[in-house]
């Protein structure tokens, strides 16, 4: 059975100056929320695994983990913590990129909502063995969230990636 894509638009390559700085807004949308809140999707992580899954040649575990540690020292969280967390989800994201992409948008963010919640679970294992606490199950709805805001996450990022709708009859493509 063939699939059906929604689009069947070309999209222009990426600029990397666009992808750091969705990074870079990713990071400080994660600066200005207290970690502390329950039900807030980490967006470093969800930035992280979009770029991940679309650009994993340029993102990668490496980026994931000076992420990982830049969010661990903003938190004052066990040094390692996020990195570990952060590495795992570039890793998994990257290694299933081409099957994700194969399923239209819903269905894709089936598909990153347990690489979120594997990511959130290793940071709250990381947590209990250094000695804190159960954050308690709503530290675990950050995932659902980001995973319900894939879609017009999704169609943010590719914005500036889009071709124009009308088309220059001299270049067919």
């Given at each position: 059975?063939?699939?059906t894509?929604?689009?069947?638009?070309?999209?222009?390559?990426?600029?990397?100056w666009?992808?750091?700085?969705t990074?870079f807004?990713?990071?400080?949308l994660?600066f200005l929320?207290?970690?502390s809140w329950?039900?807030v999707p980490?967006?470093i992580?969800?930035?992280?695994?979009f770029?991940?899954?679309?650009?994993?040649?340029?993102?990668?575990?490496g980026?994931a983990?000076?992420l990982?540690l830049v969010?661990?020292?903003a938190n004052s969280?066990a040094?390692?913590?996020?990195a570990l967390?952060?590495?795992?989800?570039a890793?998994?994201?990257?290694t299933?990129?081409r099957?994700?992409?194969?399923?239209p948008?819903?269905q894709?963010?089936l598909?990153i909502?347990p690489?979120?919640?594997i990511?959130?679970?290793?940071?709250?294992?990381?947590r209990l063995a250094?000695?804190?606490?159960?954050?308690?199950w709503?530290?675990f709805?950050?995932?659902?969230?980001?995973?319900?805001l894939?879609?017009?996450?999704t169609?943010?990022?590719?914005?500036p990636?889009y071709?124009?709708?009308?088309q220059?009859?001299?270049r067919?493509?």
């Open positions: 059975m063939q699939p894509f929604t689009s069947s638009r070309i999209l222009l390559p990426v600029k990397p666009f992808v750091y700085t990074l807004l990713g990071l400080m994660n929320v207290p970690a329950a039900a980490d967006w992580a969800l930035v992280l695994c770029w991940s899954v679309r650009e994993f040649r340029r993102i990668g575990m980026w983990f000076m990982g969010m661990d020292v969280a040094l390692g913590q996020h967390a952060y590495v795992v989800l890793y998994l994201a990257s299933l990129s099957r994700i992409l194969w399923f948008l819903a894709q963010a598909h909502l690489l979120l919640l990511a959130q679970i290793i940071q709250a294992l990381i250094a000695g804190s606490g159960m954050p308690g709503t530290y709805a950050g995932p659902f969230i980001a995973a319900v894939w879609v017009p996450f169609y943010l990022l590719l914005l990636q071709r124009p709708a009308e220059d009859p001299n067919p493509i």
